[in-house]
């Protein structure tokens, strides 16, 4: 069954530290994985995609690495700042042509001053 | 700006009654999917569409219909609304390969 598990499922941390996010996924045939910031209220945003032959990808403060030999990508996010309080969600999707993307269920992240 | 817009953002209603939800994209793109958000599941498909008059279920159609009659348009149908159909619903759309752009959510509760 393609499935995407996240975990932790919450996080709390202090305003300036940095933290990672974990996405395991048994999703096949893989095209592409992709990381998604979720606002309350608001629809997800994308933040960064990574295809099968990429393992590091950055944007800004975020950054997400991808092993596709274990099916794991972690989402790294450095020097927080209270506006990254949101879910954040992995998405992969199947290979290309089919348009079926597989959701994981989001680590929600508290930013505290 | 490039927006994908949702109508409405909330409705209460009740078992039966027909309901359309409307999503309109202003970025001409060729791929649009509705998706439902119901909390510890996290997002699932409902139905996609890659161009118009191409219409696919995804992983939860039951209960749910669609049309692309027009490149910017993708209404979500409830033709008999049960009260398991209580969720936030999300339109996105996207050029092929390219990160969606999602609504900001139709929030619907069905009594």
């Known amino acids: 069954k393609n499935q995407v598990e996240q975990s932790p499922q919450s996080l709390i941390i202090l305003e300036g530290k940095n933290c990672t996010l974990q996405c395991n996924y048994t999703v096949s045939p893989f095209s592409n994985l992709r990381w998604y910031k979720q606002d309350t209220g608001r629809g997800p945003v994308s933040l960064t995609i990574m295809t099968f032959s990429e393992n590091t990808k950055s944007n800004g403060r975020y950054t997400a690495t991808l092993d596709a030999d274990t099916k794991q990508s972690s989402l790294h996010i450095t020097a927080s700042q209270l506006s990254d309080s949101a879910s954040y969600i992995c998405v992969v999707s199947l290979r290309e042509g089919t348009y079926k993307y597989i959701f994981g269920t989001g680590t929600r992240l508290k930013v505290l001053a | 700006e490039a927006q994908v817009t949702q109508n409405p953002r909330y409705l209460i209603t009740v078992t039966g009654k027909k309901l359309t939800v409307t999503c309109s994209q202003n970025?001409?793109?060729?791929?649009m999917s509705w998706y439902r958000q119901d909390p510890g599941l996290g997002l699932r498909q409902i139905y996609y569409s890659m161009n118009v008059e191409v219409t696919d279920k995804g992983d939860v159609p039951e209960g749910y219909k669609v049309s692309r009659k027009e490149k910017r348009n993708f209404p979500l149908i409830l033709e008999s609304p049960s009260p398991n159909q209580t969720s936030l619903y999300f339109c996105?759309?996207?050029?092929?390969?390219?990160?969606?752009?999602f609504g900001d959510g139709t929030r619907l509760s069905i009594l």
């Open positions: 996105a759309s996207s050029r092929v390969g390219q990160p969606q752009h």
């Open positions: 970025m001409n793109h060729e791929y």
